[in-house]
């Protein structure tokens, strides 16, 4: 069975900052993973997926994200970010059976 | 901004009741999966229909029922609610004949769902 950790409940950062979410997955096989976003009192928006090919993936909003299968990790990555960036973000790996295992996610907090 | 719709946004339930919830899927997605997610957790796998089947299920009572509708469209039913079940539903669809590196899930705007 897969699964999904995201060591990271809570992150502050100052806006213009860089900004890195931790995710790592257990899944047998070759894992589809995925990143999404949720603001307060939404649904889940897709920021990038993986499936194969290059390790690192560009998503919207300026987030990209590097797959390293020797640590089992996903991070996502941000060089720089905007206030509008403060939501709860989801790492997601795919099964063949299009479910999706969800981490318990990490909210970000955005300073001015 | 996806095609997937749900209905009602939000709901107020009391304990013992029975609840529908309502998802309308993207144009052309044969995929129609639901989540449940309580607050300050991840979503968490209910079932999944596809082309009007039961496609897997979760680790949720079988209170927790479904069904598919030839358009696509979908419905979790939740019999005898307690309070634990108040949460976000969320709904998914996919296509599920492209593979994940050809499609992905859209997600709706979810139903609170409250039980009191």
């Known amino acids: 069975a897969q699964s999904v950790t995201q060591p990271d409940i809570h992150i502050t950062v100052s806006e213009g900052a860089s900004l890195e979410l931790r995710c790592n997955y257990s899944?047998?096989?070759?894992?589809?993973l995925f990143w999404y976003v949720q603001s307060p009192g939404q649904g889940l928006q897709l920021l990038l997926k993986?499936?194969?090919?290059?390790?690192l993936v560009q998503g919207i909003k300026g987030f990209e994200a590097e797959f390293k299968r020797s640590q089992s990790s996903f991070n996502l990555r941000k060089p720089s970010v905007h206030w509008s960036d403060a939501a709860e973000y989801f790492c997601?790996?795919?099964?063949?059976?299009?479910?999706?295992?969800f981490g318990a996610g990490t909210t970000v907090t955005v300073r001015a | 901004e996806t095609g997937v719709t749900q209905s009602p946004t939000h709901l107020i339930k009391t304990r013992g009741q029975q609840v529908t919830l309502r998802c309308s899927s993207q144009s052309g997605h044969n995929t129609v999966s639901w989540y449940q997610q309580a607050l300050g957790q991840g979503p968490q796998f209910i079932f999944q229909?596809?082309?009007?089947?039961?496609?897997g299920r979760g680790n949720f009572p079988p209170r927790f029922s479904g069904l598919q509708f030839p358009n696509y469209s979908s419905e979790l039913n939740v019999n005898a609610l307690e309070l634990d079940d108040s949460a976000l539903y969320l709904c998914?669809?996919?296509?599920?004949?492209?593979?994940?590196?050809?499609?992905?899930?859209?997600f709706g705007q979810g139903t609170r769902l409250t039980v009191v």
């Open positions: 229909y596809y082309r009007e089947e039961e496609n």
């Open positions: 899944y047998g096989a070759t894992p589809y």
């Open positions: 998914a669809s996919s296509d599920s004949g492209q593979g994940w590196g050809n499609t992905e899930a859209f």
């Open positions: 993986y499936f194969s090919g290059d390790t």
């Open positions: 997601a790996v795919g099964a063949s059976d299009y479910k999706l295992s």
